[in-house]
Structure formats: C-alpha cells, structure tokens
C-alpha cells in the first residue's frame, strides 16, 4: 500500500514536498517514481528513484524537482521548487520490483491514491 500527502494550492514559484509512506513491502528493494495526471491528459512520469538511489527525471521537471527516498521510514519524496501552472496535476506514487522503461506507468504494481496540486 502507498499513501501519498503534501499537494495543496500555492503560487507559480513556489514550493511543495509530497510523501509517500509504504507499507507491506521494503520500498528500498524496489524501483519507485512519482506519476502526475492532468484532466484530460495522460498519466506522465515525473521522476523515479532506483534501488540503489539512482534518480531520473522527465525534462519538463528536470533542475526544479528532486525524488529521494528515507529507506528507515520506508518514505518516497518528492521535493518540487519554481513551480509553474503546467505542473498541476494530480500526483501519483508508484512502486515495481523490476526496472525497465521507468516512465510507463503499466509497469508498476502498487499505486497510491494521489495527491492533488494546484498551482496559480
């Protein structure tokens, strides 16, 4: 199970820090990414975090957010700074054992249930 939190409303420029805690499994083992999905838009892949604390971002978000993981609190983080209007989005973490091409979001097993961010 994945629980995310953190989204809210804030203005262009500014900046939020999403969490997600796991539960039923070790996230340190596995592959987990941060998705986004806009009304009418596809589930896009934001960022995802390796095993090993490999990180990969897609270039719209590239230089403004970083993903991290607390393996102690088996906790996924998103930090995301300079936020702009286009980055709202209902945000999604997602977790699979295996890599693989990290952005297609039907590869992953477990979902959480989203967090929504508006900004202004």
């Known amino acids: 199970q994945l629980v995310e939190s953190g989204g809210g409303s804030v203005q262009a420029g500014g900046s939020l820090r999403l969490s997600c805690v796991a539960s039923?499994?070790?996230?340190?083992?596995?592959?987990m990414a941060w998705f986004r999905q806009a009304p009418g838009k596809e589930r896009e892949g934001v960022a995802v975090?390796?095993?090993?604390?490999?990180?990969t971002y897609a270039d719209t978000v590239k230089g403004r957010f970083t993903i991290s993981k607390d393996g102690a609190k088996n906790t996924l983080y998103l930090e995301m700074n300079s936020l702009k209007p286009e980055d709202t989005a209902m945000y999604y973490c997602a977790a699979v054992h295996k890599g693989g091409v990290w952005y297609d979001p039907r590869r992953y097993n477990y979902w959480g249930q989203g967090t929504q961010v508006t900004v202004s």
């Open positions: 975090i390796d095993k090993y604390g490999g990180t």
């Open positions: 039923g499994f070790t996230a340190p083992r596995y592959y």
